[in-house]
């Protein structure tokens, strides 16, 4: 199946406005978002049209578990119910499925099921921070002076001060230069600004970027 092809026929399924959690993201966004992840993209097709149609059925009705037979799962995805036998195992593994509740003869298992964890992101190098800061447009910098005008003088020399240790540490030479754009990206990095900056430029924070052949 296409990755557009998916995305089409999943635009049609789901609810474009129901949020998900304090990001804010629609489950259509965040859909799209595991699609997007290099983990999604190494499982086997059988194994990604099962897994998302786990996340849709799951997350598309306020429920806390999802109740469903194998042979559902079969006729949800249009597998084969051996196919749905052969992956479900794997994704309980991988821990993207949890067994909340055993089948028995009257009814069906039970499941939770997750979305990809995030995954660690390495911070960036003192250099490599300075070069996003140069990067920074005027909506950036912008936001960078409000959040300055709300922390303290003494808070901000100690942030300076902090920086120039890190940096020594480091054996990168003092630069005042350097450690005044250290300072801008710690600013708006741990603000909750830091998300504006992720939707701006997804790879400063490893973040993996869809291909124009995905589309």
Known sequence: MRHDDEEQGLAENLPLDAELDGEGLTLLERIFRTMDDERFRRMKPGQQ?????LLRWRYARPQEQLEASRSQMSAW???AWDTVKK???????????TLTRPPDRINPAAYD??????LPVQAPSPEAAATYVDQL????????HRLECLLPLSERREMQLD???DLHQLGIPWSHAL???LVIWRFLTQSPYRRK?????????????PSSSDH
């Open 49 to 53: 049209l099962l897994y998302l149609q």
């Open 113 to 118: 099921v997750h979305w990809l964890p995030p």
């Open 179 to 181: 450690i005044k754009k």
């Open 87 to 97: 992956y479900l195992p794997g994704l309980i593994a991988d821990g993207l499925v």
């Open 163 to 165: 920086i120039g240790q």
């Open 197 to 209: 900056l992720e939707s701006k430029h997804p790879a400063w924070f490893g973040h993996v970027q």
């Open 137 to 144: 447009d005027p909506e950036d910098l912008a936001e960078f």
């Open 77 to 79: 995805t249009g597998l």
